[in-house]
């Protein structure tokens, strides 16, 4: 069946860009996380919507699964070919295809790189930026749009789903959708007034439907930006700094992280705030506004601004950081991954408190960390722990540690965002009933032969 | 395997795939392939693998391994500090030990094998080595000031061959005093380094170590920077001192010498970094200062230029190899589109590799009435 399988899919996408070869299949059967590797049959690579179509029509003919997959650095291990099957890499669509300054949006394949894009707008449209996430800039922007992903303009934007403006998607059934007011006018600027079908393809772990197209949305980019570090020691202060600090609704990101290293960062609580503006006047003003906002808190000298040189802040503002891919070189061991709940913003000290305990208690590399959503509308809350990939024991405990996080995230209130295949299960465990079992209908109206990812979203 | 201790370090988070503005692929072989298994990373990971025996040695896994063009983007853009400096170390160490295991791709044996046998990739005799010289005044090195190295590309491929003649005759006309040697050179082994050969490699070096000490040598030019890099950086440490120089950085600084006819039109060039020259030495001037001084020309930069440009492909001993092979996505062929996004009339070269390699592009993307590739020295010896 392989032998066919590969055959049918080189005919389809040229023989180059289909392998079923020991290397690929191992190299795909695991991303960069803890999750056990699940080895598909065959690796393909489209170039355009109508491969992904033929593709997604021959997995079904021979029921075979198939696994959408981005850049893969999900961590979680999203992109396994848990049941075998196809991995559809889709990064050999990468083409933006518009860029609507006026409406502010741009329209990509859905595997154009993080990257990709923001090197376009600085070339092509300097007076606009899109929100990058923490991913290293080789991640896409279909698959972080799918996941929820955040970012640089989160407290402006919301979660890039929130940014969506509408979708091409190649259904399990092999048909082609849009989604979005593209779906009328053929113009990408608003998912609204329609039936908002694009959550359809939105956090189900590509268990519904392969995007091949999106609109996002872009924002001004400023000429002066400028990051302030605010920093306390009490975590039970940090929901109402962080709501006094999204009140002026000046941020466009707003990230706090508790770090042991550097040695100076340990026991304290900082909040990173960029923002940005046209003019230098402007950029005082929102300064002010800023400061203002947290000066009882400086008065009462229980908390303040760190003060920062410039090269130290050239660093803050690196978009995308390299910092976060560099947390995986902690132990010297290429590993890290991170529990990242979404959140009410009262929950801060909690999650705070319950990730020191469960990294002193697995005895973890740690780093904690947060990124606000919306005007403090949510919060996603990391537990990211780093480990040795060539220590079997040291994986096991960061696993074992991320096993505790997601179940400690779950009873403070918070959802595992991206969550590994076991926290989907537990997810689900606390659902609603009729929730899940509109999911299950759904997929099984969308997806009747069973074969978009399966093992995801499963009991 | 020499640096095997690093390969799990690798969190293949990918900033090694891109130039560091992001642009676009930046990794020839990963963009040639598309495949995570011909990225820096799916590299690491797999040999990881391999030594693990967890996957066997195989014809692609050589082919993923071989592929690599050496070009030095991953070591330039890779996240992690000091780790990253070893990346192709780690990577000429694989290929070694997929020469010791015998799993070579058939062309890299024939490449080893013609160099082992005539100590060049052309299997051509030595006797011969002289003929690029025809018609030429270049005198027998003897007491001047710089050797001129020609390399194999420079000695034995016709359009190499018009390079070193060009390069020698801008030298002339610059007042350089040099001379050449000729039957007694072998290799420069840069590319036989890079494909993990590292005995031959050095048995290269030593023969021609002892030619030009014999002749008391002390200041080379050399033609391609693939030899540059070996005998500046590698050479020293098998008994071979020199003051080695590309030629762009000798004719950098001689070009105020030089009567230009003004006559020619104006036109616009974009200047390609070859890797030797550019990561792996870090002069990414001299070129574009000849450039700067001939009256008539505007430089235009392609959007990955300097520490950010896109390798030809024909590193790591691929110009010879082609593992790489063609595409749409070969970096030749996307680099020639990319100067002409540029706006180029000319995509300039300073290695006789990289002008072979796009040259080709060009004319696989019938670019021929669009864009020209010119080595500097032709572009300059044109408008004198």
Known sequence: ?459 | MEHEEILHRCFRCGYCKLPGNYTDINCPSYLSFRFETYSPGGRMWLLRAWLDKKIPASDRFAEIMFSCATCGNCVEHCAFPEFRDRLLLAFIAGKEAFLDAGQVPGPVRDYLTKIQLHGNPYGKSVKKSAQWLDGLDVAVFFDQEYLFFADDVGTWDPRGQEIARSVVTLLQKAGISFGVITEALNSDGNDVKAIGETPLFEELAEKNIKVLNDKNVKKIITLSPHSFNALKNDYPALGGQYQVFHYTQVLAFAMQGLKFSGKEPEVKIAYHDPCYLGRHNTDYESARMMLRSVPGITLVEMDRNRKNALCCGGGGGNFFTDILSGGDDSSARVRVREAVDAGADILAAACPMCAVMLEDAVKAENLDDIIQVKEVSEIVNQRL
């Open chain 1, 1 to 459: 069946m392989t032998t066919d399988l590969i055959n049918r899919l080189g005919k389809i996408v040229g023989p180059r860009f289909v392998s079923g070869e020991a290397e690929e299949r191992y190299l795909y059967s695991m991303d960069p996380g803890t999750m056990p590797a699940a080895a598909p049959d065959a690796v393909v690579m489209p170039a355009n919507t109508k491969e992904v179509q033929q593709i997604v029509a021959l997995a079904n003919e021979l029921n075979v699964p198939i696994v959408p997959m981005g850049a893969g650095l999900v961590l979680s291990g999203l992109t396994r070919a848990l049941k075998g099957g196809i991995i559809i890499d889709m990064k050999r669509m990468n083409h933006i295809i518009e860029v609507n300054p006026q409406s502010r949006y741009a329209v990509v394949e859905g595997g154009t790189s993080q990257g990709m894009l923001k090197a376009y707008l600085k070339k092509h449209h300097p007076q606009l930026k899109h929100s990058m996430p923490d991913a290293p800039p080789i991640a896409t922007m279909a698959g972080n749009v799918c996941i929820h992903g955040s970012g640089h303009l989160s407290v402006l934007g919301g979660s890039h789903s929130d940014m969506l403006t509408g979708m091409e998607v190649v259904l399990p059934s092999g048909e082609i959708i849009r989604t979005g007011s593209c779906s009328v006018s053929g113009e990408w600027f608003a998912r609204s007034p329609l039936p908002d079908l694009s959550g359809l393809f939105v956090g189900w772990a590509g268990t519904t439907g392969i995007v091949t197209k999106l609109g996002i949305k872009l924002f001004p980019n400023y000429k002066h930006n400028d990051v302030l570090i605010f920093v306390a020691e009490d975590a039970d202060l940090m929901p109402e700094i962080i709501s006094r600090l999204t009140n002026t609704q000046v941020a466009e990101d707003m990230t706090p992280w508790m770090s042991p290293k550097p040695a100076w960062a340990k026991g304290f609580l900082h909040i990173n705030i960029a923002y940005g503006a046209h003019t230098k006047k402007e950029l005082t003003f929102k300064r002010n506004l800023l400061q203002a906002s947290v000066r009882e808190y400086i008065d009462q000298k229980i908390a303040g601004f760190l003060p920062l040189p410039p090269p130290q802040k050239g660093r803050f503002l690196e978009i995308p950081s390299p910092d976060l891919a560099r947390f995986a070189d902690l132990r010297k061991g290429g590993g890290f991954e991170y529990v990242g709940a979404m959140m009410a913003i009262e929950h801060f000290p909690e999650a705070y408190r319950a990730g020191l305990a469960i990294a002193e208690k697995f005895n973890v590399s740690y780093s904690l960390g947060a990124r606000i959503i919306g005007a403090g509308h949510c919060m996603m809350f990391f537990f990211a722990y780093a480990f040795n990939r060539a220590d079997a024991e040291d994986v096991k405990r960061a696993s074992d540690a991320l096993d505790a996080t997601n179940t400690a995230a779950l009873k403070i209130g918070g959802i595992p965002w991206k969550a590994e295949q076991p926290a989907q299960k537990q997810i689900i465990g606390k659902m609603d009933p009729g929730t899940f079992s509109l999911m299950n209908r759904i997929r099984a109206t969308l997806d009747p032969n069973g074969i978009m990812n399966p093992g995801n979203w499963e009991i």
